[in-house]
């Protein structure tokens, strides 16, 4: 199946690797990546002599969140429009996050705002000590609300309190010591991580891997329900059409500090 944002590569030995094909725009997100991705992760599901799926970015960046035009596009829309894109937002986290094989992120310079939902959805993952990684929404008026869930999994209510509401940038030894990456290294070595890592996974028993998954997924499912699911896309989708939302979109749309900012002390 021919994609136009990503690719899905796979490996003799076992493994898959998908990437996020937009480096000219950063890998961000918009309606046509978020839509090859669930096709891709839907066929990947049904792969039962699948190992691995790594997931990495093209270019410089992990990505950048949200493509620009997409939340041009956005800003424009009514909550009902909002909510359909919120949905399949949460759609593309879900499925990520219940693969059946084991998941892998690989990070290397920005990982901004939505992308930080797809490394909390993937079991491992590792990261440039430089990379930068920020939950960025507040700065234009929005919420990381349909990953938030996934980011309080992989690194708990306090840290992910932090990074929202402060929206500050972290490293990428940073975000090892918080849990969100399990391993780091200098950005000219992180390939030989992630070689010595996919060996690692390789060398286990796949079934025996598929069902350890499963098993942490059963212990800790009761926190992720569906009407969890629909609060935090209808979250979205109401900070959107917000007066806040949409002057903030506007804001970074037009290049200029939003009408909440307030200077500094002298």
């Known amino acids: 199946m021919p994609f136009n944002t990503i690719q899905l590569e796979h490996h003799p030995q076992g493994h898959a690797t998908l990437w996020l094909n937009r480096p000219a725009r950063h890998n961000a997100f918009n309606a046509q990546m978020i839509d090859e991705l669930l096709q891709a992760l ?33 800003a ?52 440039a000590e430089d990379a930068q990684l920020s939950l960025s929404e507040v700065r234009i008026g929005l919420a990381p609300a349909v990953i938030s869930p996934y980011v309080v999994k992989a690194i708990g209510e306090r840290a992910t309190r932090r990074l929202a509401i402060s929206a500050e940038r972290i490293s990428g030894e940073q975000a090892r010591a918080l849990g969100l990456l399990t391993e780091t290294a200098p950005a000219d070595a992180l390939e030989a991580l ?11 028993s796949p079934q025996a891997m598929r069902e350890s998954k499963a098993l942490v997924q059963e212990a800790s499912r009761h926190s992720l329900t569906r009407e969890l699911r629909r609060h935090t896309e209808q979250s979205i989708a109401r900070i959107r059409v917000s007066p806040e939302g949409q002057e903030g979109l506007r804001a970074f749309l037009e290049k200029r500090p939003p009408n909440w900012s307030v200077e500094p002390e002298s």
């Open 42 to 74: 839907e066929q990947l599901h049904g792969n039962d002599r699948l190992r691995l799926l790594v997931l990495r970015g093209r270019g410089r960046h992990f990505s950048a969140g949200a493509d620009i035009e997409w939340m041009r596009e956005a």
């Open 76 to 127: 424009e829309l009514d909550y009902a429009a909002n909510l359909r894109d919120a949905e399949a937002l949460g759609e593309l986290m879900y499925r990520l996050y219940q693969l059946p094989m084991p998941t892998l992120a690989v990070v290397q310079g920005a990982a901004f705002g939505g992308a930080l939902g797809l490394i909390a959805c993937c079991d491992l993952a590792l990261g």
């Open 194 to 204: 992630l070689e010595r890592w996919v060996t690692a996974l390789m060398g286990n």
